[in-house]
């Protein structure tokens, strides 16, 4: 079923692709890339330390990292070929299962809306930018729609794993009142 699944989903972008598309999702799975979350995390991770929240910098860091790794373990142990690369439209070149892509813009919109975007407003955007990312690797022909999905739910759960382990090690102010004690 999930090959009829994959087959039949890459079958049907085949037949939407545009030229004007090509170019959208070349340039939006751009923001999923290793270096842009890296940067994209980086930012965070300064932003955190100038605002004296060093436990905000270490999360960051520390999904991100840790996520990164874990990605690359499944890849190496599943070893999911990717789509045939007459269909790609960007090279791609580690294995396929889950999608890094997917699976990193998702840690990476998590831990930005738990730490440094306090704006609610802002987080329909985060919400956002792992999905078209995880679409442009689909349309782009180097990933499986199940790829893309299994990124998605492996980069959510271990994103909010990390967020509860740090918020459980997050190391509290005594009150007043806990003070006179």
Do not use: N
Not at 91 to 106: C, L, N, V, Y
Not at 148 to 165: E, H, K, N, T
Request: glycine content about 6%; overall charge positive; charged content about 15%.
């Amino acid at each position: 079923m999930v090959i009829e699944l994959d087959a039949a989903v890459l079958e049907w972008i085949l037949r939407a692709r545009d030229p004007a598309w090509d170019t959208f999702f070349t340039t939006i799975t751009v923001l999923g890339s290793a270096i842009s979350v890296f940067l994209m995390g980086g930012v965070a991770i300064a932003w955190s330390l100038a605002r004296r929240r060093t436990h905000d910098a270490a999360m960051i860091l520390g999904v991100l990292a840790s996520g990164w790794i874990l990605m690359w373990v499944l890849k190496v142990i599943l070893r999911r070929e990717r789509p045939d690369p007459d269909v790609a439209i960007v090279e791609a070149t580690s294995f396929a299962f889950p999608s890094g892509h997917a699976m990193m813009s998702s840690m990476l919109a998590l831990v930005l809306a738990a730490t440094v975007i306090q704006s609610r407003m802002a987080w329909p955007l985060l919400a956002l930018l792992p999905v078209v990312v995880g679409a442009s690797r689909v349309y782009l022909g180097v990933h499986w729609a199940t790829d893309v999905l299994a990124g998605w739910f492996i980069g959510i759960l271990w994103a909010c794993a990390c967020l509860m382990l740090c918020a459980a090690l997050r190391p509290t102010v005594p009150t007043q009142q806990q003070l006179r004690r």
